[in-house]
């Protein structure tokens, strides 16, 4: 992990909690190093048997919903009105 930190110019950071299986991994610095070193970090705990899935970057999520709706949606032309038909979208409930 020091060698990581230091070939990438972030700070690393193991989080194990007591008792629980699962571990975390905390990575500082400035925001491209970070990035870097985010895209890095599967292939350096490959060796050791712990696979990661790739890093998920703020945003990511919208882009494929976004990309996933476009793909369910489908056109629809009513009396020369051309609609996209979608799947229903929950609306927040009034407070009364």
């Known amino acids: 992990v020091d060698q990581f930190s230091m070939t990438h110019e972030v700070r690393t950071e193991l989080n194990?909690?007591?008792g629980w299986p699962q571990f975390s991994i905390v990575l500082s610095g400035d925001?491209?190093?970070?990035?870097?070193?985010?895209k890095a970090l599967p292939a350096m705990l490959k060796p050791?048997?712990?696979?990661?899935?790739?890093?998920?970057?703020?945003?990511?999520?919208?882009v494929e919903a976004a990309a996933k709706l476009e793909e369910e949606a489908e056109?629809?032309?009513?009396?020369?009105?051309v609609m996209k038909s979608m799947e229903r979208r929950e609306r927040?409930?009034?407070?009364?």
């Open 16 to 18: 194990c909690p007591d």
């Open 92 to 96: 927040p409930s009034r407070r009364r």
């Open 75 to 81: 056109t629809v032309e009513v009396e020369g009105l």
């Open 48 to 62: 050791f048997g712990l696979e990661i899935p790739g890093p998920k970057v703020k945003g990511d999520a919208e």
């Open 31 to 38: 925001s491209s190093s970070v990035a870097t070193a985010r």
